[in-house]
């Protein structure tokens, strides 16, 4: 009688929202050596396509989940074990389980074998049995060995020899292996391969996220994304429960306008948008009116004396929104640097969960898309948002006759249940004074 150790894996919340994940990509193959820690699988999240790895050493036995299958978390998607290790009943306790309880966690399970016949596996000590979800992703403990040779099926229904580095990088960048030609052994596709598609693409005219090319069918049906999902279900915990109500403004941008155009002069590394001011200027005012800088907590109100501030970004899967931390300590050209790298990793599904999760009060800008005025839903348990239109020119009596003025409109949505109007109103005349003065940021 001989005793091995199998390694279930299971589907890990790898965002703190996760609920369920879609399998993107197996980087591993049925009977490829693993280790713990090496990356197994993509996985899109609610929020970013992410890694999932081993947590045990042995060999990747067997797959349970097909490329593009979405399983809720704890529900098992593979299992390792020893090369002549026994693992129907894993298998089949997988089966059983499909519609019932999932495990709590990756966990390692005992089998025994004897005459060829396999008892069921044995829980762990280390198991907690009050656990109700697998633990969120951890950094890798151990590096991945060299690059093999893999494949991947083609359009032509043959197969692309392609590295995992390549896999990996052509996820992350939205193309299609089986339009590229490899340079590598044997028509291998590898690195340099990709960042030359990579580069080529990114010369191309960016596609519309809402566009799509049309079938020539009456119409079609597209599985929603992880990210749609979520929006969806956050999005009708919002609009229903809340009570919300409106407030708009109007302000004038001109000192906003001529403190972009000296701070230009001083060189490029002091460079700032509008968008950069009014972050620093909402954030600023937030540290004033920690009654609107708050979370509803059903039974309680929280409020914050630090300033997260969450900045909607669309991407062409749906709205995320990442957070600037202490940003009313940030001055504005370290916020303009930050703001830039969070919405580029954004759009390339590369944030940690950490960088979109913890906001304490969010803003929605739709002023480059030519929108005036609009409202958003506000992202619970904050208690407001701020959606900023375009700024636009306005003629205004001034002197003796009339004036053109760079004007902007902003509109908060306020959960009742924690701000009231007079409170909106006072965080908005705050604001005005802020961007009005936009000196008053730089002190």
Known sequence: MTTTMATKVFMEALSPTMEEGRLVKWLKN???????????AEVETDKAIMELVARGDGVLRKRLVA?????????????????????DALIAEAGAAAGGAKPAEQVVATTQESAGATTAPRAPVEARAEASAPPQQKAPTAPAPPPAASQAPSANGGQVR?????????SERGLDLSRLQGSGPGGRII?????????????????RPTMRAPSGADYE??????????????????????PTFYLTAEYDLTRVTEMRAAMAELGDEFKVSVNDILLKAVATALSQHPEVNAHWLGDRIRYYNRVHLGMAVATNDGLIVPVIFDADQKRMRDISAEAKELAKRARERKL????YTGSTFSISNLGMFGIDQFTAIINPPEVGILAIGTATDVVVPGGDGFTVQKRLRVTMSCDHRAVDGAVGAEFLRTLRRLIENPLMLVY
């Open 191 to 207: 690195k340099r391969d990709i960042e030359s598609a990579a580069s080529v693409a990114a010369s191309a005219p960016a596609a």
């Open 221 to 242: 049906d597209v599985a929603l994304t992880q990210i749609r999902k979520t929006i969806a279900k956050r999005l009708a915990e919002s609009i229903g429960p809340i």
């Open 352 to 355: 940690k969960p950490e960088e």
């Open 67 to 87: 490329e593009n299958e979405s399983r809720p978390v704890g529900q098992l998607v593979a299992v390792i074990a020893a090369p002549d290790e026994n693992i």
């Open 162 to 170: 392609s590295s995992p580095l390549a896999r990996r990088l052509a």
């Open 30 to 40: 049925e009977g490829d050596a693993v280790k713990s820690g090496e990356p197994l």
